[in-house]
């Protein structure tokens, strides 16, 4: 059964044009996070979710706002797309954020959704 | 600063071991973990370390020392299918945050 899904898994869409790209969990974690991977990179961090508090990284671009309405569902969407976008985006879940007391919270990755910019 | 590091590329033959190393910088440490990548989907996770020592998991280990900054993936008897990216992924104690190289590529032939 899927655990993270993440819809559409490839998304076309123009230069400046904005686009929404959607998460949702039935592990009913805590945290939601979204990543950002170019081709042979790392996964970089963009933002995540504790509960309903937003936690942003210093380097992500306002270009890029999320929202979660619920425990459930989290979204990414981007502004105004630019060509240096174009990435998979992945979306994880754990139960909290941390490692306290040897636990592992573990983060269990959705299957992505492949971004073009036209 | 924070840094993980890991070979860009490793090939390796049908029903051998490969072992992938990973040496790592971070500020402060809570937890090592290794997942699988295959080509253009989402990392799937295969182990964790946080305390010295080996972790056994079928096919695959995974080793850990703290005070050397190191970790190994092992895969005994490859198959084709393990043909895929291998990340390292750190756990920053400071901020809770995985910390991710940037994947090994594994390719496995017959």
């Known amino acids: 059964d899927a655990m993270v899904i993440q819809n559409p898994r490839y998304q076309v869409t123009q230069f400046g044009k904005p686009v929404t790209l959607s998460c949702s969990q039935t592990?009913?974690?805590?945290?939601m996070y979204w990543y950002q991977q170019k081709s042979s990179q790392a996964p970089k961090l963009l933002f995540h979710?504790?509960?309903?508090?937003?936690?942003n990284e210093a380097d992500t671009p306002d270009n890029f706002q999320s929202r979660r309405p619920n425990t459930s569902f989290c979204f990414l969407d981007i502004r105004s797309p630019g060509l240096g976008d174009a990435a998979m985006y992945l979306c994880?879940?754990?139960?909290?954020?941390?490692?306290?007391?040897?636990?592992?919270?573990?983060?269990?990755f959705g299957a992505g959704t492949r971004l073009s910019v036209l | 600063g924070q840094n993980i590091d890991q070979p860009t590329e490793m090939t390796a033959t049908e029903g051998a071991i490969v072992q992938i190393n990973c040496t790592y910088q971070t500020s402060g440490f809570n937890g090592l973990f290794w997942y699988q990548q295959h080509a253009g989907e989402a990392p799937t996770f295969l182990s964790y370390n946080v305390l010295d020592g080996l972790e056994e998991k079928g096919r695959f280990s995974s080793f850990l020392s703290r005070s050397k900054g190191y970790s190994y993936l092992l895969l005994k008897e490859l198959q084709m299918k393990d043909s895929a990216s291998y990340l390292c992924?750190?756990?920053?104690?400071?901020?809770?945050?995985?910390?991710f190289g940037t994947g090994t590529r594994l390719q496995v032939f017959p």
């Open positions: 592990l009913n974690h805590n945290v």
């Open positions: 994880a879940t754990s139960r909290d954020p941390g490692g306290g007391a040897g636990a592992k919270n573990i983060q269990y």
């Open positions: 992924a750190v756990r920053d104690a400071n901020t809770d945050k995985l910390i």
């Open positions: 979710y504790y509960d309903k508090d937003f936690n």
